[in-house]
């Protein structure tokens, strides 16, 4: 802990006499003491403007004995506090960020804004966004004090990242009475599925930036400083030059800071499971062709919609081991996916609540039902695309020939054992996918024969084969193909995936 010293008086007057608040008084004291930034700003006031007394006190606010004579306690004349510095004044560096803002009452205006939008956390991070343009007046003082002989004592054992940086002395000052009106641990340094923001602008001083286009840019056009682009010019500009362009002391501000609007963000909730399609007439996305929609409802719209209310999401991003066709089936064990609930405002529910959950996304729709409902981790939804291509699906196909059949011309289809097909992207993917042959595999094919001209094929594939292609040849586009094996020309009249072999998510038991 770093208290005011009898030799930080000169550094003291000189802030004070630029017009510097008391919290910037301390951070550049390097007062790295959380407590002292919490006091109010009359106690601060009061602390830097003590004089002798019986008991020193620190920054903090804790009594400190000292056997040192009272001359060697740290004193500021009344006169310099009060001619360079009052509680209106607008502190030049921090432009009323550490003096409007670190009070309970805004605390509270913060606080009422996270309970408006009805999260429900635990923890919280708190962050905060500062004009580019206070980087620039936190190097003006730190210029002027390089002149200051009292001051390079002290910054000879005292690295620049000692200097509090207001961002922190903000944080140290308002983050307790935030999460204790919200009754949530305020967290630093570790990470939190929730944060809250804090967003300042100043207008006015905008243009103090500008000096970088000839001190650091030169002629690189640079119309949108940000504060780390600032940082990175600040970094390569000398202290010498700095003080040519930019007045150090900076000036003095007519207007305070400007807090906008606190916003929240949760982190996303992944949520997997398993779903079976029952339709042939709904798509598994939404359908739309030239901007127009073709057909009402979808798979992911029917999944997200339970999850999105209950979760409270802003939004969502559905994913799945691969697609089904509008006019197929996915039957089975169904076909894993995965949902992200954006910016969920309720993240936890408990095993019986997912439960509740996964029965009133099936009552919604017979055309669909969904399985081993689970919340997951973002890290663990990657295992449903690993390795995606060297997993094998199983299919069940109604095939129709022109040829005239009997059972007995179907047997050599199932001695036929990982086949090696090459398909060009199909005629009717060739819009959204690009132009490439793909090879795959035909593990193995079995038949059921129905009449002369209609028998039932199951096929086990490499993932990612297009079986419709496989069996009718795609005018030549997939070779070889069944129309080549059976000599004669054939279509596929229905399709249904009957196997999805992802062991992804895990099983829940009934």
Avoid at 20 to 45: D, I, K, P
Avoid at 272 to 299: C, H
Wanted: aromatic share 8%.
């Amino acid at each position: 802990m770093l208290s005011l010293k009898e030799k930080d008086r000169p550094i003291v007057r000189k802030l004070l006499c630029a017009g510097c608040c008391v919290r910037c008084v301390l951070r550049f004291c390097c007062v790295g003491t959380s407590s002292a930034y919490r006091r109010s700003y009359q106690e601060l006031l009061a602390f830097i403007s003590e004089e002798n007394s019986p008991q020193s006190h620190d920054a903090s606010g804790e009594e400190k004995s000292s056997d040192a004579p009272p001359n060697k306690r740290m004193r500021i004349d009344e006169d310099s506090v009060t001619a360079a510095q009052t509680d209106s004044d607008i502190c030049p560096v921090c432009l009323g960020v550490l003096q409007d803002f670190c009070d309970p009452g805004f605390a509270e205006q913060v606080s009422d804004a996270v309970k408006k939008q009805q999260y429900e956390f635990d923890s919280l991070v708190l962050t905060v966004s500062l004009p580019a343009q206070l980087s620039v007046r936190e190097v003006s003082p730190a210029a002027s004090l390089l002149n200051d002989s009292q001051y390079l004592e002290k910054s000879m054992c005292l690295g620049k990242d000692d200097v509090i940086q207001v961002k922190d002395a903000f944080k140290w000052a308002v983050q307790g009475k935030i999460g204790q009106e919200l009754g949530a641990a305020v967290v630093a340094n570790v990470s939190s599925p929730c944060e809250v923001s804090i967003s300042f602008i100043h207008p006015e001083t905008e243009e103090d930036c500008h000096f970088l286009y000839v001190a650091v840019f030169l002629s690189v056009s640079q119309s949108v400083f940000t504060r780390m682009a600032v940082v990175k010019a600040l970094e390569k500009i000398s202290e010498e030059k700095f003080s040519r362009h930019y007045p150090c002391p900076p000036k003095k501000a007519n207007t305070r800071c400007t807090a906008l609007d606190t916003t929240c963000l949760h982190t996303s909730v992944f949520i997997a499971g398993r779903y079976n399609k029952f339709s042939r007439e709904l798509p598994q996305t939404p359908w739309v062709i030239d901007g127009e929609r073709r057909m009402d409802g979808s798979v992911e719209e029917l999944i997200a919609a339970p999850l999105l209310s209950s979760f409270r999401a802003d939004g969502f991003n559905f994913s799945s081991s691969g697609r089904e066709d509008v006019d197929v089936r996915t039957l089975g064990n169904g076909r894993p996916f995965a949902v992200e609930l954006l910016n969920p405002h309720r993240a936890k529910f408990n095993r019986a609540e997912i439960k509740q959950l996964q029965e009133t996304i099936n009552q919604s729709s017979d055309k669909i039902r969904v399985r081993d409902l689970q919340i997951v981790t973002r890290d663990a939804t990657s295992r449903m695309k690993e390795g995606e291509e060297e997993k094998t699906k199983t299919y069940s196909a109604l095939i129709w020939t022109q040829k005239a059949i009997e059972s007995p011309d179907l047997e050599f289809l199932a001695n036929i054992k990982d086949l090696r097909i090459a398909q060009k992207t199909p005629l009717r993917v060739l819009h959204r996918r690009p132009l490439a042959v793909r090879q795959r595999l035909v593990h193995s094919m079995t038949t059921i024969y129905l009449d002369k001209h209609h028998f039932t094929l199951k096929l086990c594939t490499q993932a990612g084969t297009y079986i419709k292609e496989f069996v009718h040849g795609d005018f030549g586009r997939t070779k070889p193909n069944l129309c080549d094996l059976m000599k004669t020309d054939a279509d596929i009249l229905e399709l249904d995936v009957e196997s999805v072999d992802i062991d992804w998510p895990p099983a829940i038991p009934d």
